[in-house]
């Protein structure tokens, strides 16, 4: 089985080459996503090899790009949408939420949507304001959406081939952050025996807390465990994968016999995933904890300029604190 290591960009990029050579239905669109590549060189080389009819450069109209790909979704094609910038969506909210969320209830099932929608999101890489949001709630509290993020190579590779092959609509967020962190990825591995999409991971195992994490988080979390392992203590890191709908049931596995519980992300607090998800351990799990669930998040304020963005973003010492203060009850 070929393995190659690649970043989580190129394994984007791959998956998505994979994706247009299967189906002559894919078609990428987006700002600057052809002759360019996209900002960050995702859809690098795609236009070339593929021509500007599967791979176009849209306007600059997010609202425009989403409204053409719900057509061309009920024509039987699979649009796979670029948002350039996780600040970009809003402008898109309307169609999101209210065409592409709804449009197969309101057809009682006779309409599919097979379109993804792709956003690279979270902080972390100096941008000015708008490029660093973190709008994951706002999607997962919409019904009718699904909502994934991949936080590793091999994820990216074969995760986005899987949201392209589902017949629902799907907002996959890609950690625009770790877009250069590389791993192995198997490229041979057919789609029908990868792990499934919809499903939580255990990405380290422990014994002593555990720790939730999704996109960008789930690096820092696993280097979080490998500092607390120095101090003797086994941390089991779950990465969520899936944000809409949650896959809980490792989890609930997991706080049964570990007992304690922090769940983090770089969106804000308040009414965040991370509120949803310790309502849920706490209903599941509640003669099982040992100390109440703890977040720990991004705070309650507009992300930050980019000079002072560290201190705004969980960071390694803020998970630690948090593991420490569930050891205190």
């Known amino acids: 089985m070929a393995t190659e290591t690649l970043s989580i960009g190129k394994a984007l990029n791959t998956g ?14 987006g700002e600057d996503v052809g002759k360019l590549g996209g900002v960050f060189r995702i859809t690098d080389g795609l236009q070339k090899d593929f021509g500007d009819q599967r791979v176009i450069d849209t306007p600059l109209a997010e609202s425009g790009i ?5 057509g061309l979704a ?6 796979v ?9 809003y402008p898109a909210y309307d169609q999101i939420v209210s065409q ?13 949507i097979p379109m993804v929608i792709r956003i690279p999101f979270g902080g972390g890489i100096g941008a000015v304001e708008h490029h660093s949001e973190s709008p994951e709630a706002y999607f997962s509290h919409t019904a009718g959406l699904k909502v994934v993020s991949c936080a590793t190579p091999q994820d990216a590779y074969v995760m986005i081939q899987q949201a392209i092959a589902s017949d629902d609509p799907i907002v996959f967020l890609e950690p625009k952050r770790r877009y250069w962190e590389k791993g192995p990825v198997e490229l041979d591995a057919p789609l029908s025996e990868a792990y499934p999409l919809h499903a939580a991971r255990v ?3 422990g014994t002593d807390a555990t720790v939730l994490a999704y996109g960008p988080m789930v690096r820092t979390c696993l280097d979080a465990a490998t500092a607390a392992a120095e101090d003797g203590r086994e941390l089991e890191v779950v990465d969520l994968r899936t944000l809409s709908p949650l896959d809980l049931a490792p989890v609930y596995e997991s706080v049964g016999r570990t007992g304690r519980c922090v769940v983090v992300h770089e969106a804000p607090g308040n009414l965040g995933l991370g509120s949803e998800i310790a309502a849920r351990i706490t209903e599941e ?6 100390s109440p669930v703890l977040r720990v998040t991004g705070y309650d304020i507009p992300y930050p300029a980019a000079r002072v963005e ?11 604190d948090a593991v420490d203060r569930t050891f205190g009850w």
Do not use: W
Not at 81 to 89: L, S, W, Y
Not at 285 to 290: G, H, N
Not at 312 to 320: A, E, F, G, N, T
């Open 100 to 112: 592409v969320a709804k449009m197969h209830y309101r057809s009682r099932g006779k309409l599919n």
């Open 74 to 79: 009920i024509r039987g094609y699979r649009p």
């Open 16 to 29: 998505l080459r994979r994706a247009l050579e299967q189906d002559s239905k894919v078609v990428i669109m």
């Open 81 to 89: 949408c670029e948002i350039q910038f996780d600040g970009f969506v």
């Open 203 to 205: 990405v380290r195992p």
């Open 310 to 320: 560290e201190e705004y973003l969980p960071d390694l010492d803020r998970v630690l």
């Open 285 to 290: 799990c509640f003669y099982s904890l040992e």
């Open 66 to 70: 989403i409204g053409t790909a719900v």
